[in-house]
């Protein structure tokens, strides 16, 4: 199985900070990398998928990168509703494996 | 719109069965792969198996193959998840989902129902 290792597990942050995730694959998976929000008590929603695509609806502060296996989410300035936990997911083998997610908590 | 509902999660004793159902609204249903994906609370998202979009192929997690079988009836707009000898570890909310394709992200959730395997 593909290993997705994502750091850093949670993060305190203020609003207007940058905030940076990263998530690394075990192995390569090219550009088959997704990422999600998810708040308390609700599914997971899709805030970029393909490596760097940003999904239909999500604000522009969310962007995605990638290097090699590394790939990385940035909110460019956090807002109130960004508190939330974030999980990347790689669709490129099966089973597809998630990160184990990053809490970011307000501080 | 497009909705994913779940049913069929509840309490069910070790070695037990439950059927999970998703009734899908507001799309194509028999256009999309749909996924079944689990989450222990205040934890990680685990894939648990997805079915193609005529029901041809079906993939599934190590942890749960041999025990649960995933189906689809396109003319019921329905997804299933039979999951059959029950272990404590396949506690959790379990999410209905959709992709375009196989290597697809997943654009819709369900709300997730929750399954409780105790004693």
């Known amino acids: 199985d593909i290993q997705m290792t994502q750091s850093p597990s949670s993060l305190s942050a203020s609003v207007g900070d940058r905030v940076t995730i990263t998530c690394r694959a075990s192995?390569?998976?090219?550009?088959?990398l997704n990422w999600y929000q998810q708040t308390p008590g609700k599914a997971p929603k899709v805030l970029i998928y393909a490596a760097s695509s940003l999904q239909s609806g999500v604000p522009s502060r969310f962007s995605g990168s990638r290097s090699g296996t590394d790939f990385t989410l940035t909110i460019s300035s956090l807002q109130p509703e960004d508190f939330a936990t974030y999980f990347c997911q790689q669709s490129f083998g099966t089973p597809w494996t998630f990160g184990q997610g990053t809490k970011v908590e307000i501080k | 719109e497009v909705q994913l509902v779940e049913s069929g999660g509840g309490l069910v004793q070790p070695g037990g069965s439950l059927r999970l159902s998703c009734a899908a609204s507001?799309?194509?249903?028999?256009?999309?792969?749909m996924h079944w994906v689990r989450q222990v609370p205040g934890k990680g998202l685990v894939w648990v198996s997805r079915i193609d979009n005529d029901g041809s192929t079906t993939n599934y997690a190590d942890s749960v193959k041999g025990r649960f079988t995933i189906s689809r009836d396109n003319a019921k707009n329905t997804l299933y998840l039979q999951m059959n000898s029950l272990r404590a570890e396949d506690t959790a909310v379990y999410y209905c989902?959709?992709?375009?394709?196989?290597?697809?992200?997943?654009?819709?959730w369900g709300q997730g129902t929750l399954v409780t395997v105790t004693s």
């Open positions: 989902s959709r992709t375009t394709f196989v290597a697809g992200w997943i654009d819709y």
């Open positions: 192995q390569t998976i090219d550009n088959y």
């Open positions: 507001g799309f194509t249903f028999s256009s999309y792969w």
